[in-house]
């Protein structure tokens, strides 16, 4: 069975994408928690974390923590918030996004974002990776 984020990585369901290389895409979620919301997805589905190998969630992570940085230089926070889930579509995906305080984890889906919001935090985003000489920014395409 083909999940939704396989369709969205094959650009068969348009994305926000901020973020694509050989091991992972990162694109907005349509539903943040904050400005900025972003989910983190191995290419090739993997239902549990527990059952990817230890370099690809290195690299999840190190993904994570470089769209993090981006997401608290654009839209200020006082953490990058990380979660590991895999509710909801079964493939593992991290959400990271701005936080200011623990209230901010207690929903992993805030309410659904108007497009210009999520066009214009995705721009901010790949540009701010961009300034941060990140190598796998997205031109925002399938």
Request: with cysteine; charged share 25%.
């Amino acid at each position: 069975m083909t999940t939704l984020f396989e369709r969205i990585i094959a650009g068969e369901i348009p994305a926000r994408r901020l973020w694509s290389d050989d091991r992972c895409v990162a694109f907005l979620t349509i539903s943040p928690v904050t400005a900025g919301h972003a989910l983190v997805v191995p290419r090739h589905a993997v239902d549990h974390w527990l059952d990817a190998p230890d370099d690809l969630m290195a690299h999840l992570v190190a993904t994570a923590r470089t769209i993090g940085a981006a997401q608290l230089a654009e839209f200020g926070g006082e953490r990058s918030g990380l979660v590991v889930q895999g509710y909801g579509v079964p493939h593992l995906h991290l959400h990271v996004f701005p936080t200011t305080g623990p209230e901010d984890f207690h929903a992993l889906e805030g309410r659904p974002a108007q497009d210009a919001d999520l066009d214009d935090a995705a721009e901010r985003l790949r540009s701010r990776l961009r300034a941060q000489g990140a190598s796998g920014v997205t031109d925002g395409r399938a």
